[in-house]
């Protein structure tokens, strides 16, 4: 119970962080890779602990640490783009929905997990959910369906597409990855470890001129006055969220974990709803009639698949 309680609660506060980056990128930081730099770097704030948890794990194990904690901001940058893309709750569906997939199999063939009946019910009903949140339209060509399925509005849908699965897959690495760490070393001084890994690869950023730029250019617009509250608050609550879901994997199940991240749209999409309704050109959620009922389809589905995963 208390597994299932901790999982909730992270999701629901990583809805509300998905909220917050989708409107910093478009009002704040335009630039995806600087966005990633800021979030990475922020997030190694966690280091401040090492003094009181955490424990040398050997060569071979920082490697690994090191390396799965590069996953992540790579899974960052590609959603980020993603986001910029597309309707918020679709392309977070995008890329939740099919982070259970690649996890799943990922935690069969590497961590050697074994579901029972419900659990695999679960899965698939969590799966379908977030398929019928972003329904096909019909009209033109493929490409333009899936385009409009996913609120784009690019002269590329394909490259929102490819960047949103391509988060989905490194964000299932580094799941996979931290897993397997968190069962071979403590859970504070593996996460730690794995943070550094995040930190190490976010300073490559600066190496290119033109990135570099963009940093420094979006970190004086972070500074302008009420940025840095929206920002700096969002990015707490990120890092609750974050230690909570990586405490859940630590605890239990990855692939159920990422599974269960429904529940993460069922709130994303009762708040996406309720801030358009009051601010419609903050984040740009479509809220007509047919997507309302799709939607609310769709989350009885995730809720039914949520019943059975924790069954």
């Known amino acids: 119970m208390n597994f299932l309680i901790i999982v909730i609660v992270s999701y629901f506060i990583l809805a509300i962080v998905n909220l917050a980056d989708k409107f910093i990128l478009g009002n704040m930081i335009p630039n995806s890779k600087a966005y990633t730099f800021f979030v990475g770097v922020l997030g190694c704030a966690v280091v401040l602990l090492s003094p009181f948890f955490l424990v040398w794990c050997g060569w071979r194990i920082l490697m690994l640490n090191i390396l799965v904690g590069a996953f992540f901001p790579i899974a960052l940058t590609f959603m980020y783009r993603s986001l910029k893309i597309g309707d918020t709750s679709k392309m977070i569906t995008l890329v939740g929905g099919t982070i259970p ?3 799943v199999i990922m935690s069969i063939f590497i961590l050697g997990e074994v579901f029972t009946k419900n659990q695999w019910l679960g899965i698939a009903l969590l799966i379908v959910g977030t398929i019928i949140i972003a329904w096909l339209p019909n009209k ?6 899936i385009s409009v399925m996913f ?19 490194f964000y299932a690495l580094f799941f996979i990855g931290t897993k397997y760490l968190y069962s071979i070393q403590p859970f504070w001084s593996g996460f730690i470890w794995i943070r550094l890994g995040t930190l190490i690869a976010v300073l490559t950023f600066l190496i290119n001129k033109s990135d570099r730029i963009a940093i420094f250019n979006s970190f004086k617009s972070l500074m302008k006055g009420k940025n840095k509250l929206l920002f700096f608050g969002n990015q707490g609550l990120a890092g609750v969220g974050f230690v909570l879901q990586n405490y859940a994997i630590a605890l239990g199940s990855v692939a159920l974990v990422n599974a269960m991240q429904g529940i993460q749209y069922v709130f994303l999409i009762v708040l996406g709803f309720i801030i358009t309704m ?12 047919s997507i309302i009922i799709q939607k609310i389809i769709a989350i009885l589905l995730i809720g039914i698949g949520l019943f059975f995963v924790a069954k």
């Not at 033109?140 to 369906?145: A, E, G, N, P």
């Open 140 to 145: 033109k060509t493929l490409w333009h369906k």
């Open 101 to 103: 997939i690649f996890t």
């Open 278 to 289: 009051f601010k419609p050109r903050a984040i740009k959620e479509d809220i007509s009639k």
């Open 151 to 169: 609120g784009m509005t690019d002269d590329n849908p394909k490259r929102g597409i490819i960047e949103a699965i391509l988060s989905a897959l």
